[in-house]
């Protein structure tokens, strides 16, 4: 279950515009959280997207050292804080996570971050469906 396949890669441009357009988001820093909720059986419960800007790091380098870690966190602690808490499983979890911190840290604080990014967007997803 610690794989990151293409299946789990948000890249249809439909879905990207619904997501940013239509769902709800969270800051937790250096991390914005977008989620949304569509009505899709896939082979895996969530599809994820992940932004660093260019505006913010120039050199590709960075992007990409950024991009690394948040994939790798994402990749060994989606199975145990977020497929396992999902409510609904006939449901597609369509989550962007864009990097809004103004340097780039650790690994260790990326990972002590998604972690809790992830506890609070299981949080907000539960909070959603008692609304």
């Keep these: 279950m610690n794989t990151f396949k293409k299946e789990e890669r948000l890249c249809s441009k439909k879905s990207l515009d619904l997501l940013f357009k239509n769902g709800s988001s969270f800051l937790l820093y ?3 959280a977008t989620f ?3 009505p899709d059986v896939h082979s895996q419960p969530v599809q994820v997207v992940i ?6 790091y120039k050199h590709a380098v960075d ?3 950024v991009k690394r870690r948040t994939r790798e966190v994402y990749r060994l602690y989606k199975a145990a804080e ?4 999902l409510p609904n499983k006939n449901q597609l979890l369509l ?3 864009q990097y809004v911190g103004k ?4 690994y260790v604080f990326f990972e002590k971050k ?3 990014l992830l506890k609070k967007l299981i949080a907000q997803i539960k909070a959603h469906e008692t609304n």
């Design 36 to 38: 949304l909720f569509v």
């Design 51 to 56: 932004n660093v800007a260019k505006r913010r």
């Design 95 to 97: 989550l962007g996570l």
């Design 30 to 32: 250096p991390f914005r």
């Design 114 to 116: 998604l972690v809790l």
């Design 103 to 106: 340097e780039i840290y650790p």
């Design 82 to 85: 977020l497929y396992a808490l």
């Design 63 to 65: 992007r990409n050292l």
